[in-house]
């Protein structure tokens, strides 16, 4: 069974920091991208970042772009998302995501056949 866990979110005062953590386990981790979203209140969800180290790449949403970085820690099965400089727009529930078959990292986050996490609240106060 395909298990994602985010943890690491909470509350921080703009400009802070936060590391998510997304564990996974049920599938060989090391052949598929793994990808961050998030979704405010009100607004779509938004593909964030992905990693994927059989293509050897990772991708950053202009959004983010600069201030967070996706990393993996393939003996441990766990991506992280380092998030420096938060601001008040980027309050939303941060979900991790991987493909039910092998698809390219930007495709991960474009497409919805994904195993989802159950999410992890980020509030940042202004």
């Known amino acids: 069974e395909v298990q994602l866990v985010e943890s690491g979110g909470g509350l921080v005062q703009a400009g802070g920091s936060l590391r998510l953590s997304c564990a996974t386990s049920g599938f060989t981790f090391n052949n598929y991208a793994i990808g961050w979203f998030r979704q405010a209140p009100g607004k779509e969800r938004e593909g964030i970042s992905c990693i994927s180290s059989r293509e050897g790449i990772t991708y950053y949403a202009d959004s983010v772009k600069g201030r967070f970085t996706i990393s993996s820690d393939n003996a441990k099965k766990t991506v992280y998302l380092q998030m420096n400089g938060l601001k008040a727009e980027d309050t939303a529930v941060y979900y991790c995501?991987?493909?039910?078959?092998?698809?390219?990292?930007?495709?991960?986050?474009?497409?919805?056949?994904?195993?989802w996490g159950q999410g992890t609240q980020v509030t940042v106060s202004s």
């Open positions: 995501a991987a493909p039910s078959f092998y698809v390219s990292c930007r495709s991960v986050l474009t497409q919805n056949k994904n195993y």
